[in-house]
Structure formats: C-alpha cells, structure tokens
DNA sequence: TGAATGATTTACT
DNA sequence: GTAAATCATTCAA
C-alpha cells in the first residue's frame, strides 16, 4: 500500500496557515498547477476537514466557451466571478451536486480554478458519513461533487473568503509529477475543450479520471 | 412562461 | 458500456 512520503504528519492537530491572496492573484492556469499539493482545510464546530488538492482545472473567463462566465455573462450566479481573488465560487449542478471554485486573477477578469479531487487527510469519520459508506476509500472525494458532498461545501459557502477561517487553502507536500491533459466533461465547448487545463498530482490515487495517454508531463 | 441543459454521481446491464 | 436522478439557471418567446 504506497504511503505518501510528507502527508502521515498532517493531521487534526496540525498549525495550518491560509495562503495569502497573491497566490489566487495570478492566472487561473498557474494557480490551478500550484495548488495541486497544497491543503483544502475547512473548520467546522464538529471537526476539522483537511483534504490534499490533487486534480484541479483552469477555467479562463470570457473566451473560454467552457467557463460560466463565457461571453462576458454577467448573471447572479456567476458574480462572485467577477469579484476579487481569493473567493470561493460555489454553484449547484445536475440538480443534485455542488462544485467548488477558487476565483483567480483580478477584479472584473472572471477566471477560476475548479477543485475536483483531494486525498483525504483529517475529518475521515465525519466525511464517510456524509459520503454513506462508499465501497473503497478512493472514491470519498475524488471527483467534485464528492468532494463537496464529503467537505459539507454548498451555498452558504458560496462568496467566501479564502484568505481566512473556516474556508482556506494551506501549504502543503508538493506533487513529485505534475500531469496536464484536457478538462472533463466540456465536450460542448469545441475547440476548448481540447485545450490542456486539467491538472493532475502523477502519483495520486484520488484523482476523478486517470491522466489519458495524450497528458502532458509538466513538472 | 416554458423548454433545454449541465464543470456529475450512481446503479445497473 | 448506458441511463436515471433531479433542479437552478439560462435563454427564447
């Protein structure tokens, strides 16, 4: 059974400090490769979850067909979008499922980056529970529905403020590989959906989708 | 006001 | 592999 090398230290009890806003101040493209690693922590009055990001994709604004904000669209739910960096962007899909966003770049540049797996680290007892039980431990939260439904992550975590408790990022043990292939699940957006905006931890077993033979290594 | 649909998950053949 | 679940949002009329 692989173990990972740094994350056995990282549990309930550990010092965790959020990423300040510079890190989502960037292109989604770059946030999304760099906060593969890093840690989802939310700070609930029952538990602290703590999951370890590993599958993420970029979302690039208004000339991205595949992007919300797609065509300058400017609607209530995509708002936070166009807000300031460092925000959750949390929207409800499918009739039955949430997703959970980082809101990149700067006021006004509607880009984001969507979390769609993590390595559960802290909280498993309260996450299996929300999960009902699932068969094998990888598919607690790897895929972004999951990962919402296991965190607790709806509405009211839409808007939040990434830059402090109880929705933050923290640092965390860097991927050895990082893999870049095609987002899931935008086959409508034509030629976008080719585009290499997914990203990938190599080593991860909790990722939604395996890397196909067309990824790209990029670190 | 109504129809179409989606950044998915799950169960079943 | 296919299909059902299930509804907020969007856009057309």
């Known amino acids: 059974m692989p173990t990972r090398r740094d994350t056995a230290s990282i549990d309930g009890t550990a010092a965790l400090v959020p990423l300040e806003r510079g890190f989502y101040a960037r292109p989604p493209q770059l946030v999304a490769r760099d906060c593969l690693g890093k840690l989802l922590v939310f700070e609930r009055p029952e538990a602290r979850l703590i999951g370890r990001i590993v599958e993420s994709e970029a979302y690039l604004g208004i000339r991205d067909r595949a992007a919300h ?44 980056v969507l979390i769609r797996a993590v390595e559960p680290l802290s909280g498993l007892e309260w996450m299996l529970q929300r999960r009902k039980f699932p068969k094998k431990p990888e598919l607690l939260t790897n895929g972004p529905g999951k990962l919402c439904q296991a965190f607790d992550i709806g509405r009211p975590q839409n808007g939040s403020d990434l830059c402090g408790p109880p929705l933050f990022l923290a640092s965390g043990p860097p991927p050895r590989r990082i893999y870049r292939c095609q987002r899931i699940g935008v086959d409508y957006a034509g030629s976008w959906a080719r585009r290499q905006l997914r990203f990938l931890d190599g080593e991860s077993r909790y990722v939604s989708v395996p890397a196909p033979a067309t990824a790209t290594l990029c670190r």
């Open 69 to 112: 904000s797609f065509g300058a669209r400017r609607t209530p739910r995509n708002e936070v979008m166009w807000g300031p960096p460092g925000h959750a962007y949390v929207f409800f899909i499918y009739g039955m499922h949430f997703h959970l966003n980082l809101v990149t770049d700067q006021e006004t540049i509607p880009t984001a």
